[in-house]
Nanobody, 121 residues
């Protein structure tokens, strides 16, 4: 089993930066795909960023502002968010998939409980 725990969310102002962390248990976790998703009130959960052994990918809305990374030794994934905007306000979830190729949202096997990010204007 893999357990994911997000941290680092909070209340910030427009233009601020924030880094989210996703601590994972499981010896083989870093062999999988790590993804970040977010869900705003009344909205569907949407893809934000993903990383596997070969590539990273980003939603157009965050490209150039957010950076996804992972530290294999620490079994931790990260999402560095810069130049935050009010529209970035959402609950952010990390997720892991055993499928190394770009997985669909339903193909993610494990999900964290989420961390709230609020960007005030």
């Amino acid at each position: 089993q893999v357990r994911l725990v997000e941290s680092g969310g909070g209340l910030v102002q427009t233009g601020d930066s924030l880094t989210l962390s996703c601590a994972a248990s499981g010896r083989t976790f870093m062999s999988s795909t790590l993804g970040w998703f977010r869900q705003a009130p009344g909205k569907e959960r949407e893809f934000v960023a993903g990383i596997n052994f070969r590539s990273t990918s980003y939603a157009d809305s965050v490209k150039g502002r957010f950076t996804i990374s992972r530290d294999n030794d620490k079994n931790t994934g990260y999402l560095q968010m810069n130049t935050l905007k009010p529209e970035d306000t959402a609950v952010y979830y990390c997720a892991a998939a055993w499928k190394i190729g770009a997985p669909k949202i339903l193909e993610y096997d494990y999900w964290g409980q989420g961390t709230q990010v609020t960007v005030s204007s």
